[in-house]
């Protein structure tokens, strides 16, 4: 979300005080920062009377959290967020998030966790880099897959996903780069497929690129993706190949043990 963007209500008609708050949510989820009561209020074109009253009883239900006089978003949501995915998915963001904090500290750069969910990419865990870009890249947001680096690691092993992907009716642009094609997605399939490595070259968001590997189960199915990101302008992407290979592979052993260590436990208490 821009700076100043103004948040809709999805449903015609009057808004109840359930719409105004869920508004408040929505325009609190695209931003990394806290922001002060009288911007959000601007936002949702709410009184600054209303926009308190709900954001008071948001921060009392743990939606959102109080910084000095501005409000984010509540860790709270994360565990809400756990139940959507599923349980699998809880295993991967505990599990990966070591090997996502070593390829920041081999890096630098913005890097990334992501699952596959449908046609789109859901960000599970991101670490900001030293020169980060600006990207839409945020904890629990989602992207087309086709357009990302992390989407196209995941897609390319994932034969049904890639096909719903690629007979899309009309696969979104989101930049002048991006494909918009299903020959051309598939033909970008297989060139990943072929290498194991997936690349965004300003395909999400204009002046970002981006470099990402699936982690593959047991049965070479993609459970997740880890990618680095950074500037276009200064990034090279083939650079951070060799150690997201290195990573990916500790990743999907890690990952491998964890699961048959749960199925091996499901078992015994039956």
């Known amino acids: 979300m821009e700076n ?13 005080a359930v719409d105004k708050a869920l508004l408040l949510v929505r325009s609190l989820a695209g931003e990394e920062r806290e922001i002060g009561v009288s911007e959000l209020a601007r936002r949702t074109r709410m009184t600054k009377s209303t926009a308190f009253r709900l954001l008071a009883i948001l921060q009392r239900n743990e ?21 959507v995915y599923g349980p699998t998915t809880a295993l991967i963001h505990d599990k990966l998030l070591p090997y996502l904090v070593e390829l920041y500290e081999h890096t630098h750069e913005t890097v990334h ?21 600006r990207s839409p890249s ?40 991006s494909i918009s094609g299903a020959d051309l997605l598939r033909a970008e399939l297989a060139r990943v497929r072929e290498s194991g490595i997936a690349f965004d070259r300003q395909e999400a968001a204009l002046g970002l690129s981006c470099v990402a590997v699936p982690i593959l189960g047991l049965a070479r199915q993609p459970l ?9 302008q200064r990034f090279d992407p083939a650079r951070y190949a060799p150690i997201l290979r290195r990573v990916a592979y500790d990743a999907s052993r890690a990952i491998a043990a964890a699961t048959v260590r749960r199925a091996v436990g499901s078992t015994a208490g039956t």
């Open 224 to 232: 997740a993706a880890l990618s680095v990101a950074g500037p276009h």
């Open 138 to 177: 945020k904890i629990g947001a989602r992207l087309p897959a086709h357009c990302t680096g992390v989407g196209k690691a995941m897609l390319a092993f994932d034969p049904a996903a890639a096909e719903i992907a690629a007979r899309s009716a009309a696969l979104p642009a989101r930049t002048e780069y």
């Open 63 to 83: 939606f959102v959290e109080r910084v000095g006089s501005d409000y984010r978003l509540s860790a709270h949501l994360s565990d809400l967020g756990s139940c």
């Open 113 to 133: 966790l992501a699952v596959l969910h449908g046609d789109e990419v859901a960000y599970l865990n991101k670490i900001h880099g030293h020169r980060a870009a």
């Open 4 to 16: 100043g963007d103004v948040i809709e209500s999805a449903v015609g008609g009057p808004q109840t």
